[in-house]
């Protein structure tokens, strides 16, 4: 019989963790599957895409293993995209002039820097912050530049402007809301958080309206914003934000959002059951996701679906996903979580803020004080971890929250790690359980590097590393208690 053919479109991180699910469940050994990836390398490392600046190479960075698509008989097309989907033939163009035919297809095509539609935008030295060649074009730029501007205070943004600052630059922060940061933090972590980026030398200018890019004076371009200031600087670094690249599910005929995004159910399918779209450029439930780990879950969902199709198993459902993430921004931590704004309904709020060590910390509760609902931690993060399982596993708050946030009340509140239930899941990025880290340990993952091979926890963003030791920890307490009372 013979094999029918899937195609996957995209080859960035969540199109490289859907093939590795379906390598992990043998289902590539059911379908001839070609890969097209537009980049001219396989997929890497994003999520820390600027430590490109600090000398790690795109080597450092690929997340493909060794050998991976030759082993698995996986076909790979580096530097070759598709150009158009024919949804009644099932075939794809690809931008070499190839055509392919399909019976399954996967879109994981990503996003697309948002550039504003700025007269000058497309002058020389205006760059975005995107791919690695992004990166080179940014490096090259900067060899002979005083001065970079980031437009764009976001998460990109900032990193983008680290880079900058990494390489030497006199660097400037545009950004048109009045913090930065405005999806995540709230205003009085957004003013810490300028503090301490001003403090590190790079300057940031909010509520700023860029109107035009033109020739400047003392560097090569002058800024033009609405309330008549100017700036000037050498290289214009764009990152305001992401779009999904969805242009070829448009063109083709299939469901896209209002504001773009190409629309998927519960098993992440478009409007076509044929063809299914993960990651940035699928939108679920009216939103687009736009962190790495719900873009894993998707690529789960999907190859659960598959594998539904093939012998009936049962499926699991994409059904949204936590958008809470840490991270550290030019040395600084910032973590968000949950209703970070307290939108919900009856909500209250718990601040602690402590200007001499520039700590800016929010708890939103439930109206009744018991649930945690969400918060915001900028300058120091370490209670992250424990919040963000309280908030996941609706467990009960104490008496007074605010303990979970004031060291005058005494002792931080730990969280005992072993009496989160077995569903707990505490690696978010990979979706791993604690009772898939508990079996993990009992087949004789003794250590952190053991158990990173073994469940991929710890092996995304980091954040979950404190949880994963705690448990280790635990289970290394228990034998040795085992072991005495045997003795």
């Known amino acids: ?85 024919d949804l009644n033939s099932k075939t794809v163009l690809t931008s ?43 490096m090259a730029a900067g060899r002979d530049a005083e001065v970079g ?14 880079s900058l600052h990494d390489i030497g630059l006199q660097t400037h922060v545009l950004e048109f809301a009045p913090r930065l940061m405005a999806v995540q933090v709230d205003d009085g972590g957004g003013r810490l958080l300028r503090r301490k980026i001003e ?25 033009n914003f609405a309330d008549g200031q100017h700036l000037e600087a050498d290289l214009v670094v764009f990152s305001a934000g992401i779009r999904p690249q969805d242009s070829l599910a448009r063109d083709a005929g299939l469901a896209v959002g209002e504001r773009g995004g190409i629309i998927i159910d519960d098993h992440c399918r478009t409007s076509d059951p044929a063809v299914y779209a993960i990651g940035e450029c ?23 679906h598959l594998r539904h199709a093939r012998d009936g198993t049962p499926t699991r459902q994409f059904t949204g996903a936590d958008m809470s993430t840490k991270l550290k921004l030019m040395g600084v ?3 968000s979580f ?12 718990y601040r602690y803020e402590d200007e001499r060590k520039q700590i800016y910390k929010k708890l939103v509760v439930s109206e009744d004080g018991r649930q945690l609902l969400g918060g915001v931690l900028v300058g120091e993060a370490r209670e992250y971890n424990t919040l963000l399982q309280l908030m996941l596993n609706a467990m009960p708050l104490p008496e007074t929250p605010e303990q979970l946030i004031l060291p ?26 604690k009772g898939a880290l508990c079996q993990a340990i009992a087949d004789g993952c003794c250590d952190l590097a053991a158990i990173k091979t073994c469940t991929g926890a710890a092996t995304g963003c980091g954040s979950c590393e404190p949880l994963v030791r705690t448990l280790l920890e635990a289970s290394e307490t228990l034998a040795g208690a085992l072991a005495e009372m045997d003795a």
């Open 282 to 304: 699928a939108l679920w439930g009216g939103r687009i996701y736009g962190l790495v780990a719900p873009g894993y879950e998707m690529a789960r969902v999907a190859v659960d």
């Open 199 to 223: 403090q590190l030398g790079v300057s940031v200018h909010t509520g700023m309206s860029t109107t035009e890019i033109v020739d400047g004076e003392f560097y090569r371009h002058r800024l």
């Open 338 to 349: 949950g209703d970070a704004h307290a939108s919900t309904p009856g909500a209250c709020c």
């Open 333 to 335: 931590d910032v973590a």
């Open 96 to 138: 070499k002039g190839a055509m392919l035919g399909y019976d399954k297809l996967v879109l994981a095509t990503g996003s697309y820097p948002f550039v504003p539609p700025l007269p000058g935008r497309e002058r020389p030295g205006c760059l975005t912050y995107r791919t690695i060649e992004d990166l080179q074009a940014i």
């Open 408 to 433: 005058a009340l005494g002792a931080p509140l730990n969280l005992d790690v072993t009496q989160l239930p077995d569903s707990a899941i505490l690696c978010q990025c990979q979706n791993v359980s």
């Open 1 to 85: 019989m013979k094999q029918q053919r899937l195609v996957v479109v995209g080859n960035g991180m969540v199109g490289q963790k859907y093939l590795e699910h379906l390598v992990a469940g043998g289902l590539h050994q059911h379908y001839q599957v070609t890969v097209l990836c537009a980049e001219p390398r396989p997929a890497y490392d994003r999520v820390h895409l600027s430590a490109f600046f600090t000398g790690r190479s795109s080597e450092d960075l690929c997340l493909v293993p060794a050998g991976f698509f030759e082993r698995h008989g996986i076909e790979l097309r580096v530097g070759e995209g598709a150009e158009h989907i």
């Open 149 to 162: 501007v980031v437009i764009g205070g976001g998460l990109l943004g900032l990193e983008a402007a680290k």
